[in-house]
């Protein structure tokens, strides 16, 4: 099996993560929010007065549907716009670039017809890397493995 290490950033320590719907329309639906980058999670924990960084073992499960975009395409635009509609899809895992704030905002005007998708692509060309992996059903979960936190500094 392959593994790797996995980070989410927050307010308290996550031993047991759950999935919880939220009332904002994420790029990748509802799910459990980790990435890679754990300058990227300490940077999510900072929103908040006791940040917190929650550390992860993940397995990859050959025997869940995932999705993986390696970076911002045409085809990952389109899921994320289908996501942030407030649509389900049937993958219990997806990773991928995260559409950070100036980025999302670009989508809305996407969305709502400010922007043509050839000036949202411009706008977004020369933005860092970003990356977020997505447990969107139990089984999914049960791949994760806590590990630790620890101030998020």
């Not at 993560?17 to 939220?22: D, Q, V």
Request: neutral net charge; proline residues 3%.
């Amino acid at each position: 099996m392959q593994y790797m290490l996995l980070y989410h950033g927050s307010y308290l320590e996550i031993k047991s993560p759950k999935i919880l719907a939220g009332k904002y329309a994420k790029d990748f639906g509802t799910g459990f929010y980790c990435t890679i980058l754990k300058e990227q999670a300490v940077r999510w924990a900072s929103r908040y007065s006791s940040p917190i960084l929650n550390v992860y073992e993940y397995e990859k499960n050959p025997s869940l549907k995932t999705r993986e975009f390696s970076e911002m395409t045409e085809e990952w635009l389109d899921f994320v716009i289908f996501c942030r509609s407030w649509k389900k899809h049937d993958y219990e895992i997806v990773s991928g670039p995260m559409a950070n704030d100036q980025i999302y905002n670009y989508i809305s005007d996407y969305m709502d017809g400010t922007l043509t998708r050839e000036q949202f692509w411009v706008l977004t060309r020369f933005k860092h890397p970003t990356h977020q992996i997505t447990f969107c059903t139990e089984a999914a979960l049960g791949s994760l493995k806590f590990l630790k936190s620890e101030a998020a500094i």
